[in-house]
């Protein structure tokens, strides 16, 4: 079983196992596509595509690259309310937050010479997936944090435009994570070498897109 985040998996990860396995008839692949992080043993997943810090682990990790963290809004509600120009500005916007199993900590941005600021925004919507963050945001609702894909489609129609890239916090990383190499089966240690450098120009093209 391979487990990726939903809205990455569905647009990135799909390809590449339908692109695999086409000229594989008998290979079969159960797709495990959740915003929560799989635990590889208990729930028996052989590959898992990570986005962020890894937590201490007895797992093989393949990095693939990065992923920018981003804030966005509506042009309209930027146009309302003005576009921040610091972190704290955020305060006199309305927030969209997407809650998390993990402690909410505030929103972190860059700060130059010291220590990264976290600014804590209490929300006027709370969803529990970014895929609808994102749609809130493009429909005017409030400023959203995202990863740098879930807010492609919202940029390159114009219903979203980026805020504070001069502080975004550092990228978060991207690996494909798995037991060890030499005890996978044959056929995953194929795909993880299909995999990875086709997730990797994936990732270019993000970074490269609006």
Not at 22 to 45: E, K, T
Not at 103 to 114: S, T
Not at 120 to 128: D, G, M, W
Request: charged share 20%; glycine share 4%.
């Amino acid at each position: 079983m391979i487990s990726a985040p939903t809205m990455f998996g569905r647009q990135h990860v799909l390809p590449v196992i339908s692109e695999f396995i086409a000229p594989y008839p008998l290979i079969r692949v159960r797709l495990l596509l959740s915003d929560r992080n799989a635990d590889l043993v208990s729930d028996h997943v052989d590959l898992a595509v990570r986005i962020g810090d890894l937590a201490d682990s007895s797992m093989v990790a393949t990095r693939l690259g990065t992923m920018r963290i981003v804030a966005c809004a509506h042009p309209a509600l930027l146009a309302k309310y003005g576009e921040p120009q610091r972190p704290r500005d955020l305060a006199a916007l309305p927030i969209i937050r997407i809650e998390s199993p993990m402690p909410y900590r505030g929103w972190r941005f860059r700060a130059a010479e010291r220590e990264d600021q976290l600014i804590n925004l209490p929300p006027v919507l709370s969803v529990t997936t970014p895929e609808s963050a994102a749609d809130a945001a493009r429909l005017g609702v409030g400023v959203a944090r995202l990863l740098h894909y879930q807010a492609l489609d919202g940029l390159r129609h114009g219903e979203l435009r980026l805020l504070l890239e001069n502080v975004e916090p550092d990228p978060a990383p991207v690996h494909l994570l798995y037991t060890a190499r030499d005890l996978a089966p044959l056929k995953l240690r194929k795909f993880i070498d299909f995999a990875a450098p086709a997730l990797r120009q994936a990732l270019l093209r993000i970074a490269g897109a609006a």
